[in-house]
Every structure is written in structure tokens, then in C-alpha cells.
């Protein structure tokens, strides 16, 4: 799973963990709140550029073994792998330890997808807007030594 070989690997890991740390985060009193907010996107950059250094895993799809690459942040982890021809998946899990997946294929029209058409992360965000708001399982959940290290995250310049 090399980088320079994988357009769009960067963006995808830098959307995984945007995503996650956005849903994972404590609750926080003004004014820490806002600069979470304002530090969330530049953080989830700088980790998503560092995907290839993640903590390595095997996944399966459909009993074939797959390389990824797993993430973890407070109470959750997220994980890709670029080991499915022409597609990137990733797979975020919640108070779940082991890393390993077991993916099978299944049919989109059994989930209300059409998988036919191209989506990505923005894409699924808009179907989430339409389903139960879960956050509040999330965000009860204790403060962690990782959200303080976005609070503490400077973007530099040049970075």
C-alpha cells in the first residue's frame, strides 16, 4: 500500500479520521469547543498524510486476506485498506479493540444503496443526515489525552 502509487490514499485517510475525530469528540465548554472546531480539519490533514505509518492489520473480504492500515483515536479506531481492486474501503469502529475485520460483499439494494453509482464520505455523510443521531453515544464518553492533543494542534506554516 504505497502512497505514491494511490491517488486519493491521502485524502481518504485524511476523511476517515476527520470524520472520526469529529464524531468522538468530548464535550467541551466555549471556549475549548471552538478551537477543537477550528483545529479538526488541519489535524485529520496531518494524520491522514501519515496514513502509511498507521498501525498495520490484516482484514478479510470474503475469506481473502487483505493488508490495511488502522488508526485509533480516544475510544475509537478507524482503518482503510487499498487491498480491493479499484476501491478504497474504510471501516471506523467505537469501544471495539481488535482491529480485524471481516468484510463480505453484499448487495447495495439490501441497504437501500445503489452501489452502481459512485459515493464517497461527503456522499454518505448527506444519507446519514437522514438517520438517527448517534453522536450523543459518542460524545458521552470521557475526555481523552487525544482530545487534548487536537486542542493543542497548530497547523504550521508550510505543513
Keep these: 500500500m504505497a502512497g505514491g502509487e494511490q491517488p486519493g ?12 475525530i469529529d464524531m468522538g ?8 469547543r471552538s478551537q477543537y472546531n477550528r483545529a479538526v480539519w488541519s489535524f485529520a490533514q496531518e ?3 501519515a496514513w502509511e505509518s498507521w498501525d498495520k492489520t490484516q482484514w478479510s473480504l ?10 485509533r483515536f480516544a475510544h475509537f479506531w478507524t482503518g482503510m485498506t487499498l487491498g480491493v481492486p479499484d476501491h478504497y474501503v474504510g471501516v471506523t469502529a467505537f469501544d471495539l479493540e481488535d482491529p480485524g ?6 448487495s447495495g439494494s439490501d441497504y ?20 438517527p443521531d448517534t453522536s450523543e ?11 487534548d492533543r487536537v486542542l493543542a494542534f497548530q497547523d504550521l506554516p508550510g505543513s
Design 9 to 20: 490514499a491521502t485524502e481518504f485517510a485524511s476523511d476517515l479520521v476527520r470524520v472520526l
Design 25 to 32: 469528540r468530548a464535550e467541551f465548554e466555549d471556549p475549548e
Design 47 to 49: 494524520q491522514g498524510k
Design 62 to 71: 470474503d475469506g481473502h486476506a487483505i493488508p490495511a492500515r488502522t488508526w
Design 101 to 106: 475485520v471481516d468484510l463480505v460483499e453484499v
Design 112 to 131: 437501500g444503496f445503489d452501489f452502481t453509482v459512485p459515493f464517497g464520505i461527503r456522499g454518505l455523510e448527506v444519507e446519514h443526515a437522514g438517520q
Design 137 to 147: 453515544i459518542f460524545r458521552s464518553q470521557s475526555r481523552h489525552l487525544d482530545h
